[in-house]
């Protein structure tokens, strides 16, 4: 069996807040980088070249580049040996500068106006399309040991996509919220106004696109931003903080500080002038977040706004009518694409005994075949994990399972970090519907199924629902739209992107906007309009044409 890799975005027939004069922007097409093509010899150029020196990350406050001294290395986990930066960390200093600098910047920032704003962030989709895209492309599978597709799909096309999607939906605020009624004597209107004050943007290291989205879509309705990267991706993110500020944003508007993210966090919430916190990270952090913001109350200008998106539990659900292959494909790809990575990806199974007796030994046997190494060999399939905590978590998780009496490990399983954080592609099969490894975020390539009854679909339907915290992404393979209907209802708020005969992974801007709920988030919908709306904090507004020159009512008359 040839499990092609080849996607095609495809555009939306419609966009919400549109109107005629803001034409809807398309999907950005995705390289394909076949052997012999041009896009091909340009990456694996730029990669030998960003392979070949270290360069050094600076603080960017109000524009400026601040070199602390204190610094800390950048490695390739594939290769974790090799050195691509040296980052200067940003001391309590730095991080109440930035703070300042990004409520000083706000003013001008907001007189630019909304289409001075968008001309910045559509030129730098403009850039990142063209000459920038080999750069970016090259620094995330280095930074964050991705494939050359991986790296496409996300560090080049999600991103051009969310600049360009976002310009377009925070134009048609400007209609879509207008008030409906005016009546005679009075126009009624409503100023688009961005929140007082600054957004904390605290991104993940896994996807390049969140995390320069997080700080720069606040920014495209007038808010400004103090941006803490993950240390795990600050090589990549820097250079899309390069990209934006040749692209011509202002001094102050996005202040790049990689640093400790609990110090960065000290410091906004000691600013009264903080206005809210876009985050993509873990549960624990960011429910700790949020209630450090709420003891901050008291000191604060205004009620900020919070934004997350955290973990996720992600789940396949099968019925025994199902198409097979699809299924295989599904389980293969959305488990172990970018390694597990991916806050969508499928983590958990549920899989009829006899759809599961039909593919095991399939999927066992194409998983033997996944290739997995240095991100610069375009054959491989799989690269490394990001870090050596991150390895010893996923490894402990393999550890338990093989000493479990009631989980095996049918493929996978093996590991090493001599060269990188390299982990197998790991399918466990258990019979505990709730074991560690079915209801527990690991966030890497491991995939544990619960094989079940022909008969117990209804049962596990509901087994699905309530086994973990979670409810970020899930999908159902089954063939009859009676059995879809019947999970699409059942697993209602399981998931807050939900997909039918398809892998719970891959959402497309302006598609199929992101987010879940329960522990994985507020789901403010990335790469949709809602997510533009929470940054906004619009004025009603009424002009009186008839002035009223007699205070009496007419109930007063005898």
Known sequence: ????????????????????????????????????????????????????????????????????????????????????????????????????????????????????????????????????????????????????????VDAACELIDFWRFNCHYARGFHD?????????????????RPLEGFILSITPFNFTSIAANLPSAPAIVGCTS???????????????????????????VINFLPGSGAE???????????AGLHF??????????????????????????????????????????????????ALLRGSFEYQGQKCSAASRAYIPRSVWDAISEDLCEEIKKIKMGDALDFTNFMTAVIDGRSYNKITGYIDRAKLSQNSEIIVGGEYSDAVGWFIEPTVIVTTEAKAETMVEEIFGPVLTVYVYEDYEFDEVLQICDESSPYALTGSIFANKEDDIQKAFNHLRFTAGNFYINDKPTGAVVAQQPFGGARASGTNDKAGGPLNLLRWISPRSIKR????????????LDE
Not at 40 to 48: A, V
Not at 113 to 124: D, H, Q, V, W
Not at 228 to 240: A, W
Request: hydrophobic letters at 40%.
């Open 280 to 329: 993509t990270g873990s549960t624990a952090t960011f429910q700790g977040l949020w209630q450090e913001i709420g003891l901050a109350l008291p000191k604060l200008k205004s009620y900020p706004r919070i934004v997350g998106e955290t973990g996720g539990k992600d789940f396949i659900v099968a019925h025994r009518d199902c198409d097979h292959q699809g299924l295989l494909v």
């Open 1 to 152: 069996m040839v499990i092609k890799l080849t996607m095609v975005r495809k555009n939306i027939d419609s966009a919400p807040f549109a109107n005629h004069m803001n034409h809807q922007p398309i999907n950005e097409p995705i390289l394909g980088y076949a052997p012999g093509s041009e896009e091909r010899d340009l990456i694996k150029n730029e990669l030998q070249r960003q392979m070949n020196e270290v360069i050094e990350i600076p603080c960017i406050i109000n524009g400026e580049e601040i070199f602390t001294g204190i610094t800390a290395n950048q490695v390739i986990p594939h290769n974790h040996g090799h050195v691509i930066a040296k980052v200067h960390l940003a001391t309590n200093k730095e991080m109440e500068a930035a703070c300042i600098a990004a409520v000083n910047s706000q003013k001008e920032w907001i007189e630019l106006g909304l289409e001075g704003r968008c001309a910045i962030f559509e030129k730098c989709a403009d850039m990142l399309a063209g000459d920038w895209r080999m750069k970016v492309n090259a620094a995330t599978m280095l930074n964050q040991s991705k494939t050359v597709f991986q790296a496409e």
């Open 226 to 252: 103090v941006w803490k990267p993950s240390r795990n991706s600050y090589y990549s993110n820097y250079i899309l903080m390069q990209l934006m500020m040749e692209a011509g944003l202002p001094p102050g």
């Open 544 to 555: 009186t044409i008839e002035i009223p020159q007699d205070w009496t009512y007419p109930f």
């Open 264 to 274: 960065i966090t000290e410091a906004a919430l000691s600013n009264p002038d903080f």
């Open 176 to 192: 879509y919220l207008q008030p409906l009624v005016s009546p005679p004597g009075v126009e009624n209107s409503t100023e688009i």
